[in-house]
């Protein structure tokens, strides 16, 4: 059966403008509770398991002139929005917000929202258009009725601050654990190392290429997660652990592991890469301890906000890995993509008589 459409709401989707920032943070921060009149993505980013920490407030002050925003106004109020990512480099679209009130209208607003933000992608040549978010609340529904297609499922792990990080380590013990600062010559490795972590079909959509793992820094992150957008950081380092004897070619990786330490009202972020065979306890370790050693007592200090890891369920065992470094399960998301480009098959020459 096909799936019909709430009625048709009253009201207009137009761009946001800085005089509706009061109401935009107060929407906001209605969606993220539990009222059965508001909507969202469902993103474990605010609330009891991590405290203070708020979506809207950060994203706001660190909002890129490529990033857009659209409101739904109806009947003289504000009721939802849309807020996108836009990756120049690689034409993709995330969408990390989509908010909306009221018990009967919350998903047509949400469905017009989304429908506004493909037809700018369209306007302005996206190749693809991201989205993670909980399964509740018609979300994955809203999403595939849109056009968006299920391709993975993370869990999100959560080390709360009142657990000790540990002490950051020295240079002996990381050049005894092969673990270094990942540089661009590792891109042909580190591609490598994904492919050797991720099942074809989901690389094939995500579809990172050398370029993209040379571009390691505060305003890249490869590879993608459900908390990257919106989780924006100070700092962004990368490690690599080597495998023992570089492996075949001597420049295999065992693991990869990126780091992002934050200034804000916000948990710091790590995100793991392993080969399945590969123990990726040293590498979590030492990437805590790049956290210890930034938020430590001193002119930097920074605080702690605990620390967050958004781990595929195909990766495991490492879900295992960061729960004995004590990380708690918090959450479950599904991605979500669209692609505007149509992918062909490449060509191939057939013997003649050949049918």
Known sequence: MTATRPPRTQGKVRAARLTDLAALGELSRLCQSDDAATRSLGLPVSGPPIGVFSLFRLPLGAFRPNDLMYVYEGGGRIAGLVRVERESIRDEWTIVELDAVGIADAGDIRYRLVQQILREGAKRGAARFHVACADVDGNVELLMQAGFMRYGEERILFRPA??????????????????????????????????????????????????????????????????????????????????????????????????????????????????????????????????????????????????????????????????????????????????????????????????
Do not use: C
């Open 162 to 355: 009142k657990s000790k990080l540990p002490a950051p380590w020295t240079e002996d013990a990381a050049d005894a654990a092969r673990i270094r600062p990942a540089q661009s010559i590792d891109a042909l490795a580190l591609h490598r190392l994904y492919l050797a972590a991720t099942p074809g079909p989901v690389a094939r959509l995500e579809a990172f290429r050398l370029p993209d793992w040379e571009r390691q820094g505060t305003h890249w992150r490869v590879p993608r997660s459900s908390l990257a957008p919106i989780l924006r950081f100070a700092d962004v380092e990368a490690y690599v652990q080597v495998a023992p004897g570089g492996g075949k070619d001597g420049t295999e990786l065992d693991a990869f592991v990126q780091v992002g330490v934050a200034k804000e009202d916000q948990p710091h972020y790590l995100k793991v890469v392993a080969r399945p065979e590969a123990d990726a306890e040293a590498i979590i370790g030492y990437g805590l301890g790049i956290i210890a050693a930034r938020t430590g007592k001193g002119r930097d200090h920074r605080p702690n906000h605990g620390v967050i890891s958004p781990v595929r369920t195909y990766e495991a065992p490492l879900d295992r890995r960061l729960e004995e470094a004590a990380f708690d399960s918090i959450a479950s998301v599904t991605l979500l993509m669209k692609e505007t480009l149509v992918r062909v098959a490449e060509p191939a020459l057939v013997p003649a008589g050949v049918r």
